[in-house]
């Protein structure tokens, strides 16, 4: 046996040791009649107080339940119906008469409080943005703040670039939850991953400390459409995120290569 192959067999023995047993265990368990929470690497352990072992169900890692109570890691979620209690996603739950994040309350209406779908995220893919609303009939919520104005009928998650995404509803498109002014949400449109038109204009992402949306000059609003993920064209210019693309012609323009690195190339140039 080779000293590499020797190395390898120690260092993968060590983390089969490591990777196994209660210090990787996660999520609720009964033992010796009690019900207790491991959470962490290498996992801590706690109790729950008061809960009942012969009634307790583990409905996630950090949702569980029993005949009397709803927890939510080892903490009790103050009213909530047992018989009822459900999770939706990420933080969010509910019963019959309320919604809840994470153990906090924040809808008094049960029975129409769900989760904002995101388009990304699917029972076998996880994306970049996770389920950051949830609603009622009367609000839209993230987290536990309520987004201002905000119309839950028409509320839309729209997942934009590597884990940036806009918001809409038939009034208004919002980024970081704040209206962005002069963008009609009732005529959004996504174009690209970095482009966006309403009737009032088209916009770009702007990259950077602090990232934001433009509102770009001069857009041909009729011929402007999609051109790959990162990139848009009307029939004058091409546009990568809120900038114009002097030199690039838009008969021609194509994506090519790593696109995270904006390598693309018309019929006459590499840019």
Same mark, same amino acid.
């Given at each position: 046996?080779?000293?590499?192959?020797?190395?390898?067999?120690?260092?993968?023995?060590?983390?089969?040791?490591?990777?196994?047993?209660?210090?990787?265990?996660?999520?609720?368990?009964?033992?010796?009649?009690?019900?207790?929470?491991?959470?962490?690497?290498?996992?801590?352990?706690?109790?729950?107080?008061?809960?009942?072992?012969?009634?307790?169900?583990?409905?996630?890692?950090?949702?569980?339940? &029993?005949?009397?109570?709803? /927890?939510?890691?080892?903490?009790? *979620?103050?009213? =909530? %119906? @047992? $018989? +009822? !209690? #459900?999770?939706?996603?990420?933080?969010?739950?509910?019963?019959?008469?309320?919604?809840?994040?994470?153990?906090?309350?924040?809808?008094?209406?049960?029975?129409?409080?769900?989760?904002?779908?995101?388009?990304?995220?699917?029972?076998?893919?996880?994306?970049?943005?996770?389920?950051?609303?949830?609603? &009622?009939?009367?609000?839209? /919520?993230?987290?536990?703040?309520? *987004?201002?104005? =905000? %119309? @839950? $009928? +028409? !509320? #839309?998650?729209?997942?934009?670039?590597?884990?940036?995404?806009?918001?809409?509803?038939?009034?208004?498109?919002?980024?970081?939850?704040?209206?962005?002014?002069?963008?009609?949400?009732?005529?959004?449109?996504?174009?690209?991953?970095?482009?966006?038109?309403?009737?009032?204009?088209?916009?770009?992402?702007?990259?950077?400390?602090?990232?934001?949306?433009?509102?770009?000059?001069?857009?041909?609003?009729?011929?402007?459409?999609?051109?790959?993920?990162?990139?848009?064209?009307?029939?004058?210019?091409?546009?990568?995120?809120?900038?114009?693309?002097?030199?690039?012609?838009?008969?021609?323009?194509?994506?090519?290569?790593?696109?995270?690195?904006?390598?693309?190339?018309?019929?006459?140039?590499?840019?």
């Amino acid at each position: 046996m080779t000293f590499l192959s020797l190395f390898t067999g120690i260092v993968t023995g060590s983390w089969l040791l490591t990777g196994c047993g209660k210090s990787a265990r996660n999520g609720y368990r009964v033992e010796d009649g009690k019900v207790v929470l491991y959470s962490g690497f290498p996992a801590s352990v706690r109790l729950l107080e008061g809960a009942d072992a012969e009634s307790f169900v583990a409905i996630t890692d950090h949702f569980g339940k &029993d005949k009397n109570h709803a /927890y939510f890691y080892e903490r009790i *979620i103050p009213d =909530a %119906d @047992p $018989a +009822t !209690f #459900t999770f939706l996603a990420s933080s969010y739950s509910r019963d019959k008469n309320r919604g809840y994040s994470c153990e906090k309350l924040i809808s008094n209406d049960g029975a129409h409080f769900n989760i904002v779908p995101n388009p990304n995220e699917t029972a076998t893919s996880v994306s970049a943005e996770g389920i950051p609303y949830a609603r &009622d009939r009367r609000q839209v /919520y993230k987290d536990t703040n309520v *987004i201002e104005g =905000a %119309d @839950p $009928a +028409t !509320f #839309t998650m729209v997942p934009m670039f590597n884990g940036i995404y806009l918001t809409y509803d038939h009034r208004r498109v919002y980024f970081h939850d704040q209206p962005l002014e002069g963008a009609d949400g009732a005529t959004f449109q996504k174009v690209s991953e970095f482009h966006f038109t309403t009737q009032q204009g088209a916009w770009g992402l702007a990259l950077g400390r602090e990232t934001h949306w433009e509102r770009m000059p001069d857009v041909d609003l009729a011929t402007f459409t999609g051109l790959g993920k990162n990139h848009a064209r009307d029939k004058n210019h091409v546009y990568s995120g809120n900038s114009v693309l002097k030199k690039a012609d838009p008969n021609t323009f194509q994506e090519t290569g790593n696109p995270s690195v904006d390598r693309s190339e018309d019929t006459n140039k590499t840019l």
